[in-house]
């Protein structure tokens, strides 16, 4: 071709259609690239295209050539259109493939070894929770943050008296709808309307966790006014204590990674579960050392009993015909023991080099089989 101006190839006078087409082929199948396809195109069939000026001149002919040159050039035109779209197809794939081939990635290049983020501890602390309990089947629930009082207290077995509801301890929320107090909302102060929103949405058996943002009016080294917990839930005809025990024992032992670590339970009293009980773990408490899984002190680090029958039948499940089992756990002291962070407060106050000090390299997900904190991947 050798020259962009295509009506100045194809002479005017050129008279023989014939020759013309050949000549446009030739030219249609070694155009290289699509810029180059379009350019023929246009000089060919566009509004000043060749054959676009061609058919213009039918007019000045007597009919008999009119019909004889327009039934030409209408099939000149069909022809030059078929290879053009041919060999559009064709640019097209070749464009395809060669992008296909140079826009892989090699996965196996290393990382990039300014990587800066860090997951923090309550991220990672969440993801050994449900690693944990996902190993033993149990998945994980949701619930809203912001709860109507039947799911946070009501149907928790805790009547409007009970002292938990004080406004001291709970946030409370305005219903724009009613100014009836009973009608409020709360932010939630505990993951235990999670076990009611299950069993409004499940038949047992159930086996959840629900890990989540809770929230009390507290503050210092050891309370923060939003914290985390995760609470468990087990539903079944024949679940019994001897399970709620070997299911947290079983936890803590990988959580922890202390395979004979110490645990006892002590009765205790919660409004939605009979028998109550807590779980504290062993510890030893030196001046500045906290060493958990032996010595003589204990640590409470849960809360746990077999579901209260009322709560069963506030969920819509038949108490007679089923019972289980709930513990309730808050997380973020668990990760201030295992990754021996001093105060609660510093873990929300987004300080980037605390996080760059005691943040997890992104990497190293938690898994049973993998290794669950990974302690080599501590940042520090
Ligand atoms: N909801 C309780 C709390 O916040 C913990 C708990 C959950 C206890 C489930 C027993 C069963 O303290």
Known sequence: MGTDSFNFMYEENMENLQDL????LTDISSAANLKKLEEIRVSVLGKKGLITEKMKTLGSLSMEDKIALGKELNLLKTTIENTLNERKQFLENQELNHRLANETIDVTLPIRPETQGRIHPISKIYEEIVAIFGEMGFEVAEGPDIEDQFHNFNALNMPADHPARQMQDT???????????????????????VQIRTMEKKHPPIRIIAPGRTYRSDYDATHTPMFHQVEGLVIDKTTTMAHLKGCLYDFVRAFFEIDNIKVRYRPSYF????????????????????????????????????????VLAAGGIDP????????????????????????????????IRWLKYYGFVPLDESSMTGGLSNNGGLAR
């Open 21 to 24: 087409q050949n000549k446009i």
């Open 171 to 193: 946030f409370y929320i305005n219903n724009p709808n009613s100014p009836n107090v009973d009608d409020s909302f709360v932010i939630r102060t505990h993951t235990s309307p």
């Open 271 to 310: 409004p939605f579960t009979e028998p109550s009980a807590e779980m504290d773990i062993g510890c030893r408490k030196s001046k500045d050392e906290l060493k958990i899984g032996e010595g003589e002190d204990w640590l409470e680090i849960l809360g746990c009993g077999m579901v209260h029958p009322k």
């Open 320 to 351: 007679n015909e089923y019972q289980g089992f709930a513990f309730g756990m808050g997380f973020d002291r668990l990760a201030m023991l295992k990754y021996g962070i001093p105060d609660l407060r510093t873990f929300f106050e987004s300080d």
